[in-house]
């Protein structure tokens, strides 16, 4: 008994514990979220970065970081620019009364300057470096004019030009870093352009804790040689060399004595990337190294053991850093693994639905192909015996038809003359001028006019032979085209396994989604907008597991719902099946309006094949098409008929294109498949699902029907069957749906087949009128057995009756307000 309370007892707290993980890592991702928000979104960092820019010196007096960086904020977070000045000028006051005076006076000057002249600047962001550039040096040297007794040295002037120099250049870094620094503008990946710009900015930001130290330990050598570190285990040799160069340059400009730096900075950078696979400590080892080796045969002035104890202090900050930090650090530089799968990632589902487009035109090509090689008249049992008795026929109609012997020949010895006329034409075509003696005699003795008929089939012969090789011709032309649509349908299908296509960019709509979904309390790892187009929303997220609690469906829906103005629901849903994976869940548009059908047919004389065919086509997002095509005649060649110009229609509409040049398309299809007189009908409907709107496009087909209460609305227009002309003009005519409308379409069969009705308008408005219900399928089996009934239960045409109800999409949850604004205008 124990033994089995303790095998369950054991699950119990594996559970417990797994629980408890998860909790201290959702605690500690809400710390990092709330940390984010309040250093990022407050403004925090940007008064830490003012406070040590507005301390930092170069060639020991010079101090060109103030301006730059003050006018980067104004231009690009103008909101967060009074957090900036507060922060260089309480950095400017560490330094001196003049120093804070100074930034005071030239931030001042800026604003007044470049708010005077805001009007005339066509482009800000080129200007601005312009103005920082004039505001340096106009305001330094009366700063220096005034200081000195009215008095400025060439020297003077040449160091005030250079400070200058230096604003403009650093203003220049500075625009590209500060949107860095904003989660609202966080891109995907950072040009390297970006990453020399960010690295400058930060050895500029670690330059203002030159003088501090702690333990008698270097601050400003810990954090530098620590961002070396980082940046080598993050992006390896090229980029931890490149930080170590770029860091150690700015440290000797703001310190002489520091110039030995660059060279362990430098060094470290390049060894620390190279042991990078040995993950955290072969990092730190390469520090450890490069220390040793500079610290040894290097010329600083610190001793030894002072710089081992500093790297050793970087290298404990780089313990210190998050797992997360490292990861997200890299996936924003090119060139690292995390880059490159982030990136792979990144363009997954456009890459996908773009090749699915491109295998709905190879289908589309391929259906075309089919089409021309499906029906082929040589190819016939039954050709040869009826191009016979097409031949015989044009002989008889040009001698037999006035013979007086007419009647006994074709009447009452049809066999024997039939065969007879059969051996004079095989003779004739054998290629002998004259006939046998023998075929001469047995003509002679049958026919009256055995010349007549031997120079009839012999004229005969030559339009059979000619029309036979036009025939001919064609049947090679169809096939013709039949390959070359089949070889583009192969092209487009290896096209769409072999595409890549880069997504469109949506990063502040994503950081706005992301911001009111945390703050609404629910954790969210990533968002990929895919099309914020109205009515085709398409968003993906990954979360943490949600142990089915639903809460895509119940909470993010609704509140994505609000953020894009539209109604949003899950589309996909993949949940994780272990608790420490995350959810992958697609949300979509919904739809505005829902299509609910019936249809009722029946062939002719109750047979099983009807020359009619129907079908409701689901045409992508917001989309939905209703068709009725009636083949010419009945049975299965006019099945074939209706149905293979459904089964283009579809094909081409599904592949996106308009209506109008898809209709075109099948009536030349069928213009050319064949010499035969077969024609259809094409009575469509297109339905816009978002705003009800309607597209009639009547092909030769009877009018439709709108109920809307008690009123009927016809609709009809007026086109030859297709198949007819090869050229011809499509009449479209478009109405406006509403919520509860029913659409009744139907085949000639239906429309004029009531017995001794006068005016089948009438009629039908009368019967859809007194209809009490709403169901389509009622609706159309009701109509269908009225039709039957006035023909005392006999069906002398194909019938087909399709009906469809529109009504609103009730959605499964209401919206719910998060009070941000919408990203979709």
């Not at 050793?312 to 880059?339: M, R, S």
């Not at 960019?505 to 914020?532: C, M, P, R, T």
Request: aromatic residues 8%; negative net charge; contains cysteine.
């Amino acid at each position: 008994m124990e033994k089995a309370e303790r095998t369950l007892m054991e699950p119990v707290g594996n559970v417990n514990l797994e629980d408890t993980k998860i909790g201290i890592s959702k605690g500690i991702h809400r710390l990092q979220m709330k940390l984010e928000v309040m250093f990022f979104q407050k403004g925090i960092i940007l008064i830490l970065i003012g406070f040590l820019l507005g301390r930092a010196l170069i060639l020991s007096h010079l101090t060109p970081f103030s301006l730059p960086f003050f006018a980067a904020v104004y231009l690009l977070r103008k909101d967060k620019a009074p957090l900036a000045l507060l922060g260089v000028l309480a950095g400017s006051l560490t330094l001196s009364i003049g120093n804070i005076v100074l930034t005071f006076m030239l931030s001042t000057l800026f604003l007044i300057a470049f708010r005077t002249t805001k009007k005339f600047i066509k482009n800000e962001i080129k200007s601005l470096p312009f103005y920082v550039l004039g505001t340096s040096f106009i305001v330094k040297c009366a700063f220096l004019y005034i200081q000195q007794g009215q008095t400025i040295t060439v020297y003077d002037g040449v160091m005030t030009g250079v400070e200058a120099s230096l604003t403009f250049i650093l203003t220049l870094i500075f625009m590209q870093s500060i949107p860095l620094l904003s989660i609202n503008k966080r891109k995907k990946s950072l040009k390297t352009e970006e990453v020399i710009s960010l690295i400058i900015m930060l050895a500029s930001v670690m330059t203002g804790t030159i003088g501090w130290s702690l333990y008698n330990l270097s601050v400003e050598h810990i954090l530098s040689r620590y961002l070396v570190l980082l940046f080598a285990f993050v992006a390896g040799a090229t980029v931890g060399s490149t930080v170590g160069v770029v860091t150690g340059l700015i440290f000797s400009l703001a310190n002489v004595s520091s110039f030995y730096q660059m060279s362990l900075l430098a060094f470290s950078g390049l060894l620390g990337g190279l042991l990078k696979e040995g993950k955290r400590t072969g990092t730190a080892i390469g520090l450890i190294i490069a220390t040793l080796l500079i610290g040894m045969y290097g010329e600083s002035d610190s001793s030894l053991l002072k710089t081992v104890y500093e790297s050793f202090a970087a290298v404990f900050l780089l313990y210190l850093t998050p797992q997360n930090l490292a990861l997200k650090l890299a996936k924003y530089i090119p060139g690292t693994p995390e880059y490159a799968q982030e990136q792979q990632q990144y363009m997954r589902k456009i890459r996908d639905v773009t090749a699915n487009r491109v295998e709905q035109f190879s289908s589309v090509f391929q259906a075309l192909s089919k089409s021309f090689t499906q029906y082929d008249e040589i190819d016939d049992p039954e050709y040869e015996e009826r191009e016979l008795d097409f031949f015989l026929s044009n002989v008889t109609e040009k001698t037999c038809q006035t013979c007086f012997k007419k009647d006994h020949c074709w009447s009452r010895n049809f066999e024997e003359t039939y065969q007879l006329m059969k051996e004079v034409m095989y003779e004739v075509d054998s290629g002998n001028e004259a006939l046998s003696p023998k075929m001469t005699r047995e003509l002679e003795k049958h026919c009256v006019k055995p010349k007549k008929v031997h120079d009839a089939i012999q004229r005969e012969f030559m339009y059979f032979h000619a029309n036979q090789q036009l025939k001919k011709q064609v049947q090679e032309s169809r096939k013709l085209v039949a390959d070359q649509l089949q070889g583009v349908s192969e092209v487009m299908g290896d096209f769409a396994r072999e595409i890549q296509r880069e997504r469109e960019n949506h990063y502040k709509q994503e950081e706005l989604i992301l911001e009111a979904l945390e703050d609404f309390g629910i954790e969210i790892d990533q968002v990929e907008i895919y099309s914020l187009e109205q009515g085709n929303v398409d968003i993906d997220m990954t979360l943490p597991s949600c142990n089915g609690m639903g809460e895509c469906e119940k909470l993010i829906a609704p509140m994505l719902s609000d953020i894009t103005g539209e109604s949003i629901i899950v589309q996909r849903e993949e949940c994780a099946k272990l608790r420490s994976d995350s959810c992958q869940v697609t949300f979509r548009s919904a739809k505005a309006f829902v299509v609910e059908t019936g249809a009722a047919h029946a062939a002719k004389g109750g047979g099983l094949v009807s020359g009619d065919c129907y079908s409701m086509i689901e045409l992508g997002p917001g989309k939905y098409a209703v068709a009725i095509s009636d083949g010419m005649g009945n049975g299965e060649r006019a099945h074939i008929e209706s149905n293979e110009t459904l089964r283009l229609l579809q094909k081409i509409l599904q592949s996106g294109i308009e209506e109008k040049v898809a209709i075109k398309s099948i009536n030349s299809i069928l213009s050319l498949r064949t010499t035969d007189e077969i024609f259809s009908t094409l009575d469509l409907a297109m339905i816009d699902l978002q705003d009800a709107s309607v597209k009639f496009l009547k092909i030769g087909s009877t009018p439709s029907f709108v109920k809307r209460g008690d009123k009927i609305l016809k609709i009809e227009a007026s086109n030859l069957p297709m198949g007819i002309l090869q050229e011809f003009d499509v009449d479209v005519v478009s109405d406006q749906l509403k919520a509860g409308d029913l659409l009744i379409m139907m085949s000639d069969g239906v429309f004029e087949g009531p017995r001794h009705i006068g005016n089948h308008d009438a009629w039908m408005k009368r019967k859809i009128r007194e209809m009490e219900t709403t169901d389509p399928q009622e609706i159309a089996d009701l109509i269908m057995e009225e039709v039957i009934r006035t023909r005392s239960g006999n069906i002398e045409d194909d019938m087909t009756i399709v009906v469809a109800k529109i009504d609103h999409n009730t959605p499964k949850w209401a919206s719910i307000p998060v009070g941000k604004n919408k990203i979709i205008s």
